[in-house]
């Protein structure tokens, strides 16, 4: 393609809203233009690396013995009721009404959409084991779209879904997408680190993100360098404290401390470690209409932190019907005292206590009274709970809940996804089988996705550097940019043409930056754009000679154009 005809616009100033380097590189080079918050188009460039990503996942996907299918964006409410996510799905689901007021959603994900196919057309255990994917536009009204591609309302997602027999089947369908997850992010240039995940709002037993590693990401994820434990800090399992069996305890006592509403100010006042206090987190929960059910308080060693995804699951309701309460509200309800809670004499709420905390003696918490604490708190004795369960983050520092060794901490961008998700679709919309003893049976299922657009974003956030993007050529845009510097000069433009043409015929794909404009500007452009080879034709081009220089590497060349051409070639031919 030549430039001087190529329907593209970079920017030489960073555009405010943009705080990343993904999202300031795709909108200064032209690839994506933004319409509206989180809903983003695609220019030239920008849809020729989403293809690339695409070819490489159909590629892997085809390869895996998954067909590919297209389903509606527009899915009727009466799946989503049929599986019961009509309202667990929360305020993220874009919903709308057709003219005759019936209702339906733009597909945030297609697990209703897929079990109502295979519902409809597998009948017999002949027919499985079975995978379908699409490749296709979702929604979601995310709260707060930001980072441009990473967390936009319109995303484009590739997601398949697994039907088997029995488990044994799922295990090896599982398996098959994960190694070809492995392979798609490998191809796309990303270094990517595969975590035990949890569930969520979809529902199953079993999953594993695959987290590009990056300091932007907005997953965080616990590792172990000892043994191989990797998980979200939202899945990973804490260890408990050892219970102080020995510990005698102490008469409990109510004590003045005035004005010390947080852990810190409460264990410096009384001289505590804040390790022998109990923090309370207080909630209030929404039913499907969303008016005000329940109260519920949480209590975790004042020292750890609060985990919500632990906290929802172990509540079994959706992450959006919970949100902090109104202290006082609260307090007249259920005698709990905004910064003085604890979990002795609440009534009228839900109390979940995390798991370590009954092995612990002579804690400190709050008094439910204004300005008093009370301490030696022992649980069964002075208080006890609804819940016991683990409720913590594992923190950077804390035992691995495999092998005890200090877990480490990473962020990361999630961009991909699988799932075990058993029968809970098939059981609660009714897709059966026929078994060899014609006995009905569920089918069981797995999903796998993988954010297209979010690992466009992923690959710019590895591979960048002050002065643009440096793909890598298996998902870059083109492959060789030929930059002209004097279009004017006849020796020049003869051997620019000429490079143009022999790499077209030996299928690379290459630009040729024609353009009336300074060099210093088509230099700028070229790194900014990050084609991973670049070939400078200039003054030498009467000699035959040319510069050659990749995007990755600072060391340029001066070739003659056979060499370049031949060079060009090899390397596309290998990295492609
Ligand atoms: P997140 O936790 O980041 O909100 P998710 O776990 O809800 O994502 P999934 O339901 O697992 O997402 O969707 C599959 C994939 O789709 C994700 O792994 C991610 O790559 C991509 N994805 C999800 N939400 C968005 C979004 N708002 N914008 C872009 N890509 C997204
Ligand atoms: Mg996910």
Known sequence: MRLSKMHIKTLREVPNEAEIPSHILLLRTGMIRKLVSGVYGFMPLGWRSVRKIE?????????????????????????????????????????????HGREFCLGPTHEEIFTDVVRNDVSSYRQLPMN????????????????????????????????????????????????????IFKRCGLECRPVEADTGAIGGSNSHEFTALSEVGESEIAYCESCSMAATTERAECVDAAAQTDVAELDMEVVHTPGTKTIEEVANFLGLDQSQTIKALLFVTYDNEGKENGYVAAFVRGDRELNMIKLVNALNIPEHSIEFADEEKMGAVTGCVGGFTGPQGLHDCTIVVDSELPGLKNLCAGANKEDHHAINVNYGRDY????VTDLK????????????????????????????LGTKYSESMGAMYKDENQKDQPIVMGCYGIGVTRTLAAVVEQHHDENGIIWPMSVAPYHVIVTLVKPEDEAQAEAAERIYTELQKARVEVMLDDRKERPGVKFKDADLLGIPVRITVGKLAGEGKVEYKLRRESEKEEITIEEAIARAIEIVNAER
């Not at 067909?67 to 899915?75: D, F, L, P, R, Y």
């Not at 929604?139 to 029995?166: N, T, V």
């Not at 691995?400 to 961009?415: D, F, L, Q, S, T």
């Open 55 to 99: 070819d490489i996942i159909r590629d892997e996907m085809d390869g895996s013995g998954a067909q590919e299918i297209h389903m509606s964006a527009v899915q009727p409410a009466e799946l989503w009721e049929e599986s019961g996510r009509w309202y667990a799905y929360g305020p993220e689901l874009w919903r709308l009404k057709d003219r």
């Open 132 to 183: 379908l994917y699409q490749i296709q536009t979702k929604y979601r009204d995310e709260a707060r779209p930001r980072f441009g591609l990473m967390r936009s309302r319109e995303f484009i997602m590739k997601d398949a879904y697994s039907f088997d027999r029995d488990y044994e089947g799922l295990d090896v369908s599982y398996q098959t997408m994960y190694d070809a997850y492995d392979r």
């Open 384 to 387: 006890t709970a609804d819940i």
């Open 393 to 420: 983050v594992l923190k950077e520092g804390d035992p691995c809940p495999v092998c005890g060794a200090p877990v480490k901490h990473a962020r990361g961008i999630e961009v991909g996804q699988v799932f075990k």
